[in-house]
């Protein structure tokens, strides 16, 4: 990787609980049948980052580990038009795993779309 690149993979995800917190209080949300996106910015950072919350209630250890990957490949494709230095969790509601089964993960990411739309700072000033 070049080393002005942005990187890929851990250092673009919110992981700390603390950040959790910061984005769901602090932040600003948009809901759908299937999801639930947040958003904060934080001010500083490079690129937008993007936390991931799939319960128990989306269905079982391999329907969870599905949509949190389709979450992902759908995020790093729009995240380039992203504002920088916004932090985005995403909830994955239950039905999630069987939206994608039925419409394909492109059709989730169109809804991520939208609400991440809907849920940035820019759409909220």
Same mark, same amino acid.
């Given at each position: 990787?070049?080393?002005g690149a942005?990187?890929?993979g851990r250092?673009s ?9 910061s984005v769901y209080?602090?932040g600003?949300s948009?809901a759908?049948?299937?999801?639930v ?5 934080r001010g @500083?950072?490079d690129?937008a *980052?993007l936390g991931?919350?799939v &319960?128990k209630r989306v269905?079982?250890? %391999? #329907? ?8 992902r490949?759908?995020?790093s494709?729009i995240?380039?038009g ?6 985005y969790?995403?909830i994955?509601?239950?039905g999630?795993? @069987?939206y994608?089964?039925? *419409?394909g993960?492109?059709?989730l &990411? ?5 609400? %991440? #739309? ?8």
């Amino acid at each position: 990787m070049p080393d002005g690149a942005a990187p890929r993979g851990r250092r673009s995800r919110v992981t700390r609980s603390g950040d959790f917190d910061s984005v769901y209080r602090r932040g600003t949300s948009a809901a759908g049948r299937h999801l639930v996106v947040y958003a904060f910015n934080r001010g @500083e950072g490079d690129s937008a *980052r993007l936390g991931l919350s799939v &319960g128990k209630r989306v269905g079982g250890a %391999v #329907e969870r580990n599905r949509v949190k990957r389709v979450l992902r490949e759908q995020f790093s494709r729009i995240q380039p038009g992203l504002p920088p230095g916004v932090d985005y969790v995403v909830i994955a509601r239950p039905g999630a795993h @069987e939206y994608i089964e039925e *419409r394909g993960s492109e059709a989730l &990411g169109e809804r991520l779309t939208e609400l %991440v #739309e809907k849920a940035s700072p820019a759409a909220a000033a």
